[in-house]
């Protein structure tokens, strides 16, 4: 499987945006989605993720209430809806999927991960 995230872009405060996450190749429903973030200087973190369609959803602290991840195994795709933004949600957000295995531990830390998609850029100005 390979990973295509795009839908970044420079928005203002408060401002939407939903990333989406393309998946080639087979069996996406076979892993859990994940999102992780990358601001400069900071090391990444994880934002959410999602083991199956319509399933419980996982989300960092500081992102609960604002962000909702989804996904279409149909498509294979996945999506980040942002709302609310803020500057501090500035960063580079990738895709990740793990296998459906992986305990919830392990996509935190993203060790767990062992599919990236590449970063699309989230600039959020105040």
């Known amino acids: 499987v390979q990973l295509q995230a795009f839908g970044g872009g420079l928005v203002q405060a408060g401002d939407s945006l939903r990333l989406t996450c393309g998946a080639s190749?087979?069996?996406?429903?076979?892993?859990?989605l994940a999102w992780f973030r990358q601001a400069p200087g900071k090391e990444r973190e994880f934002v959410a993720a999602l083991r199956r369609s319509g399933g419980t959803t996982y989300y960092a602290d500081s992102v609960k209430g604002r962000f909702t991840i989804s996904r279409d195994n149909a498509k294979g795709t996945g999506y980040l809806q942002m709302n609310s933004l803020r500057p501090e949600d500035t960063a580079v957000y990738y895709c990740?999927?793990?296998?459906?295995?992986?305990?919830?531990?392990?996509?935190?830390?993203?060790?767990?991960?062992?599919?990236w998609g590449q970063g699309t850029l989230v600039t959020v100005s105040s």
């Open positions: 990740a999927l793990a296998p459906q295995s992986t305990i919830l531990s392990s996509i935190y830390t993203a060790r767990g991960v062992n599919i």
């Open positions: 190749g087979q069996s996406f429903s076979a892993y859990v």
